[in-house]
């Protein structure tokens, strides 16, 4: 069952258990006991975590305090809450081994405190594993994506009336190919760990094939333990060339030039510990549980540490094309949207951050500066504000509030850096894709250079195959929008579905893990935040 219908699949199985509500005093002495405990407004301490009862009682109340979990249902419970950490979640946050403990109780009190455990335990669970552990929004300022509809009280009824409870809970994770992916990576990598992890590869000057460094045995451990060193890894100090067809298979995976130097970033990425790396994967995981469940049947992805742009069609990716995407001190947020329009030769509109951050220093150096680019100054943002003459302006004494409330305008033309085509998206950090003028900077590895949108290095070839279902986009009307710098609008006609990602860790087409540099230093903190929900003090209605 996909996530999209889980919920209202059951909901009528809950309505008719609803229903049986009556106002009788509990004949079952365990419904008693349950009823004992949720009779009061402070929170109830279960297992050492204190609960919010009224997310009990809401439950209880409406099933005359009844228990909620026979044997076989609370086994099946159990087992799959003790497995949480295959999502990357803590089974410690649902309370998995006082569960288990629990299970042989056979006294009214035993019972009633099992069945309350098991009901917050699968609460809390469910809304995690479809919704993700750490709310979205709360966690960052910078994800912009619609809060996945989890009902903990709806979630858990669900799964007391699931024939088979382990399922159920289990199709409530993402379905996507990418997250099970990660799961499998998740399992190989704690395999890994067992075992032993690698060594870590230490900083140092760069080593050629060829050469000869006290370093290579080091690194022929490193590359074995992963696979990409196969047969007998030996200890020889020489760099040969088996080892460096090894090399330049981890820097493939890696994102990284495939030139088989052992040069400083390949050596900080063999550095990495197996540690490091499961949690890097966790923090992939939870940012998937985060995602909608349904992408569309075509869509963009802009992966931003892979610097990719995907068109992806019936599950099959047709188009990939490099990005430049946001450094990080301007980074480029987590957004899912759609593409509307297009603009072919569009003006550009300096955002007030670069206008205070980038433009003003240039003005004091060169008041010509504005002049020469071709940008015009309005006295405000508002519409019809007048132009104003930037010759007059001293820029020496101009301070950073003054140039954010001037609305400074580039018109369309080579020097634009928006190039020939940008790609409307709607979201609330005025991000989007568009063209460039700069096609050099592709030639660069790591292309995190933008002040946040997405540059798209043949974004002409994306707006051809955004278009090519529309029959009025012929090459007659594609020659005439690129003749001139005229500014036109062209409205898709179906929005397409743009989803900007941030993954770290994906599984390849050929089967292999691929890893990136976390470049806004997202995966760590997120992991530890996943972790610390074995901490959390209640349920919770995710996102």
Same mark, same amino acid.
Request: glycine share 8%.
């Given at each position: 069952?996909?996530? $999209? /219908?889980?919920?209202?699949?059951? +909901?009528? =199985?809950? &309505?008719? *258990?609803?229903?049986?509500?009556? !106002?009788?005093? #509990? @004949?079952?002495?365990? $419904? /008693?006991?349950?009823?004992?405990? +949720?009779? =009061?407004? &402070?929170? *109830?301490?279960?297992?050492?975590? !204190?609960?919010? #009862? @009224?997310?009990?009682? $809401?439950?209880?109340?409406?099933?005359?305090?009844?228990?909620?979990?026979?044997?076989?249902?609370?086994?099946?419970?159990?087992?799959?809450?003790?497995?949480? $950490?295959?999502?990357?979640?803590?089974?410690?946050?649902?309370?998995?081994?006082?569960?288990?403990?629990?299970?042989?109780?056979?006294?009214?009190?035993?019972?009633?405190?099992?069945?309350?455990?098991?009901?917050?335990?699968?609460?809390?669970?469910?809304?995690?594993?479809?919704?993700?552990?750490?709310?979205?929004?709360?966690?960052?300022?910078?994800?912009?994506?619609?809060?996945?509809?989890?009902?903990?009280?709806?979630?858990?009824?669900?799964?007391?009336?699931?024939?088979?409870?382990?399922?159920?809970?289990?199709?409530?994770?993402?379905?996507?190919?990418?997250?099970?992916?990660?799961?499998?990576?998740?399992?190989?990598?704690?395999?890994?760990?067992?075992?032993?992890?690698?060594?870590?590869?230490?900083?140092?000057?760069?080593?050629?094939?060829?050469?000869?460094?006290?370093?290579?045995?080091?690194?022929?451990?490193?590359?074995?333990?992963?696979?990409?060193?196969?047969?007998?890894?030996?200890?020889?100090?020489?760099?040969?060339?088996?080892?460096?067809?090894?090399?330049?298979?981890?820097?493939?995976?890696?994102?990284?030039?495939?030139?088989?130097?052992?040069?400083?970033?390949?050596?900080?990425?063999?550095?990495?510990?197996?540690?490091?790396?499961?949690?890097?994967?966790?923090?992939?995981?939870?940012?998937?549980?985060?995602?909608?469940?349904?992408?569309?049947?075509?869509?963009?992805?802009?992966?931003?540490?892979?610097?990719?742009?995907?068109?992806?069609?019936?599950?099959?990716?047709?188009?990939?094309?490099?990005?430049?995407?946001?450094?990080?001190?301007?980074?480029?947020?987590?957004?899912?949207?759609?593409?509307?329009?297009?603009?072919?030769?569009?003006?550009?509109?300096?955002?007030?951050?670069?206008?205070?951050?980038?433009?003003?220093?240039?003005?004091?150096?060169?008041?010509?500066?504005?002049?020469?680019?071709?940008?015009?100054?309005?006295?405000?943002?508002?519409?019809?504000?007048?132009?104003?003459?930037?010759?007059?302006?001293?820029?020496?004494?101009?301070?950073?509030?003054?140039?954010?409330?001037?609305?400074?305008?580039?018109?369309?033309?080579?020097?634009?850096?928006?190039?020939?085509?940008?790609?409307?998206?709607?979201?609330?950090?005025?991000?989007?894709?568009?063209?460039?003028?700069?096609?050099?900077?592709?030639?660069?590895?790591?292309?995190?250079?933008?002040?946040?949108?997405?540059?798209?290095?043949?974004?002409?070839?994306?707006?051809?195959?955004?278009?090519?279902?529309?029959?009025?986009?012929?090459?007659?009307?594609?020659?005439?929008?690129?003749?001139?710098?005229?500014?036109?609008?062209?409205?898709?006609?179906?929005?397409?579905?743009?989803?900007?990602?941030?993954?770290?860790?994906?599984?390849?087409?050929?089967?292999?893990?691929?890893?990136?540099?976390?470049?806004?230093?997202?995966?760590?903190?997120?992991?530890?935040?996943?972790?610390?929900?074995?901490?959390?003090?209640?349920?919770?209605?995710?996102?």
């Amino acid at each position: 069952m996909c996530r $999209a /219908a889980v919920t209202g699949a059951v +909901l009528l =199985g809950i &309505g008719l *258990l609803l229903g049986t509500a009556h !106002a009788e005093a #509990p @004949a079952d002495p365990a $419904a /008693a006991a349950i009823a004992r405990r +949720l009779d =009061g407004a &402070g929170p *109830l301490v279960l297992d050492g975590a !204190a609960v919010d #009862p @009224a997310l009990l009682r $809401a439950v209880y109340a409406p099933r005359s305090w009844a228990p909620l979990w026979d044997d076989a249902h609370a086994a099946a419970v159990v087992r799959t809450i003790a497995g949480a $950490a295959d999502d990357g979640l803590e089974p410690d946050a649902y309370h998995a081994g006082a569960a288990a403990k629990a299970l042989d109780a056979t006294d009214p009190d035993g019972r009633a405190a099992r069945d309350l455990l098991l009901t917050a335990a699968v609460m809390r669970y469910a809304v995690d594993v479809h919704a993700g552990a750490v709310p979205a929004r709360r966690w960052s300022a910078e994800v912009e994506l619609t809060p996945r509809p989890a009902d903990p009280v709806a979630l858990v009824l669900a799964t007391s009336l699931a024939a088979d409870p382990s399922a159920f809970l289990a199709s409530l994770a993402p379905a996507h190919p990418t997250y099970q992916a990660l799961r499998a990576v998740l399992a190989h990598y704690r395999a890994l760990a067992a075992a032993g992890g690698w060594p870590s590869v230490p900083d140092g000057p760069s080593i050629r094939p060829g050469a000869s460094d006290a370093v290579i045995p080091i690194v022929r451990r490193r590359l074995a333990a992963t696979g990409e060193l196969a047969g007998h890894v030996g200890t020889s100090p020489v760099y040969d060339p088996a080892l460096v067809a090894a090399v330049k298979l981890f820097q493939e995976r890696h994102g990284l030039a495939a030139d088989g130097v052992i040069g400083r970033s390949t050596r900080a990425a063999m550095a990495e510990s197996v540690d490091e790396r499961i949690a890097q994967v966790i923090a992939n995981l939870e940012r998937w549980r985060w995602m909608p469940d349904d992408l569309g049947a075509r869509y963009v992805l802009v992966n931003v540490p892979a610097f990719a742009l995907e068109v992806v069609e019936h599950g099959q990716p047709t188009v990939t094309i490099p990005v430049i995407v946001g450094r990080p001190d301007r980074r480029t947020p987590i957004v899912s949207s759609r593409i509307t329009t297009l603009i072919f030769n569009p003006p550009w509109t300096v955002p007030q951050k670069l206008a205070k951050e980038d433009m003003l220093p240039k003005l004091r150096r060169d008041a010509g500066f504005l002049a020469s680019q071709g940008i015009r100054v309005y006295g405000s943002w508002h519409a019809g504000a007048n132009e104003v003459d930037a010759r007059g302006i001293d820029w020496d004494t101009v301070g950073q509030g003054t140039i954010a409330g001037l609305r400074l305008r580039q018109e369309p033309g080579p020097s634009n850096p928006l190039g020939r085509v940008k790609f409307q998206i709607p979201n609330g950090f005025d991000v989007y894709l568009h063209d460039t003028n700069k096609k050099t900077l592709f030639a660069q590895p790591v292309r995190a250079l933008s002040s946040g949108c997405v540059r798209v290095k043949d974004a002409l070839g994306l707006a051809n195959r955004l278009l090519d279902e529309d029959p009025s986009w012929t090459p007659e009307r594609r020659a005439t929008l690129t003749a001139t710098w005229s500014t036109r609008s062209v409205a898709l006609p179906a929005p397409v579905p743009v989803h900007i990602v941030y993954d770290t860790v994906w599984v390849d087409a050929a089967g292999h893990e691929q890893f990136r540099e976390d470049l806004y230093g997202r995966d760590a903190a997120l992991a530890k935040a996943v972790a610390s929900t074995a901490h959390r003090a209640r349920p919770t209605t995710g996102t």
